[in-house]
């Protein structure tokens, strides 16, 4: 790539930016994402709560609180037309001192102006009536049964599928290094060459100051806070069957206990702010953190069943604000800046209004032909006995399982590979269909996954990347 000329770029293949992607595409827009990394999904939005907020928490007539109930809205929807995993499972407020009865009400009254249908308070005993396992010290709650959990891998690759079979370009391992302003619009230098384009959507998560400040006087600032998480086997997944928050402090929502669309439980965040933008290592006082208090709300959890942990960093804005739209004085760059919770809850509904506020500026005219759905991807161990065996006899690969723990058979690795924007990495892989999620985190089932890797891409063991280029598994004379 030496020199590309768009309408719009968009930089970051997040879920934030991928939903832009998809809503521009329904306009007759030259429109290109830029990922520096070899996947979408590969920054905030892998490592995070995944969690459909109902939108009590945002501030009355924020755009944060019109976009997390708007998003909240659309999401079952979207699952649907896109065939990602939704539940709307319900989450729970948990107040643990009378004390805090004002500002439980408070939080319930302001969800209720923020439009969150069917919000409720209800008694400690009510709580541990829907939630038996919810801590005998709760005396109240808010109930949010509007309230749920996605995949978040899902939702970021369906939306990413869908763009691109509706004309965006995608361009990974390509990282902008510089912005200018010019006469046609930007000029984005890349390593992979030059970039023009008349309009720029800033959806960088962490670095999104960076590149906002490359081209506005009105500086931004972008603090990443870090959050560990622990990852329970499936043996634990019904500990909870409702998302499980604790009344929000100075650093939000605090750490929440939750079963995940797959049949996990989830215990994390923590909320740390630190200056490296590239730092996820989990610590032991982080994960320490999590663990005690999480066990606040909810007793007896298992934590012996822990598979995994790991952590993410969220792109927190010095205000606390989300930044959208136009900057003040760089016409034509947009921002979608400052995307921390519940930014992933409100991807759907942001990526439509940024989009339309795009298009109005372009007058871009919707397409004729925009296609709203797209096939999600085959699951052969929840198909039907007649219709696997159906499936296996036409094609023999879905027969073949490699991953034990989430049964996943040769068939679905191989096309999480052939799709649009297909799998070039065993996190690739892993993120559109899980194998490697299970007990054994990818011991059992790494070398056969990379096996059908190198062969369906044409290179050989020796270069198949966990992720990024240099992440290569095997090293030594070739």
Known sequence: MSSCIYDVVVIGGGVTGCSVARELSRYHLHTCLLEREEDVCSGT??????????GYDAANGSLKAMLNVQGNEMMEQLSNDLQFDFKRNGSMVLCFDENDLPALKELYERGVKNGVPGLAIISGDEAREKEPNVSDTVVAAIYAPTGGIVCPFGLTIAMAENAYENGVEFKMNTEVVQIEKADFGYRLITNNGEVHAKYVVNAAGVYADVFHNMVSGKKLQIIPRRGDYCLLDKEAGNHVSHTIFQLPG??????????????????????????????????????????????????????????????????????????IGEAEDAKGFYDAAGIESPGLSCAPALG????????????????????????????????????????????PEYGTIICRCENISEGEI???????????????????????????????????????????LGITMDDVCKNRTGSELLKGDK
């Open 414 to 456: 191989i096309d999480a590979i052939r799709r649009p924007l297909g799998a070039v990495s065993l996190d690739g892989i892993k993120r559109r269909v899980r194998a490697g999620m299970g007990r054994c985190q990818a011991g059992f089932c790494t070398p056969r996954t990379m096996e059908i890797l190198a062969k369906e």
């Open 352 to 395: 439509k209004y940024l989009a339309q506020m795009i298009a109005e500026a372009a007058g871009a005219a919707i397409k004729g032909d925009f296609k709203a759905t797209r096939k999600g991807f085959i699951k052969a161990a929840e198909l039907p006995r007649e219709e696997r065996a159906k499936l296996i006899k036409e094609h």
């Open 250 to 323: 100075k650093y939000g929502k605090g750490v929440l206990v939750s079963p995940t669309v797959h049949g996990n439980l989830l215990v994390g965040p923590t909320a740390i702010d630190i200056e490296d933008k590239e730092a996820t290592e989990t610590t032991a006082e982080g994960l320490a953190e999590a663990i005690s208090k999480s066990v606040r709300s909810v007793k007896n959890i298992p934590f012996r069943q822990t598979i995994t942990s790991f952590a993410g960093l969220r792109a927190h804005e010095a205000n606390d604000e989300f930044v």
């Open 45 to 54: 939005s892998k490592a995070n709560s995944a969690i459909v907020h109902a």
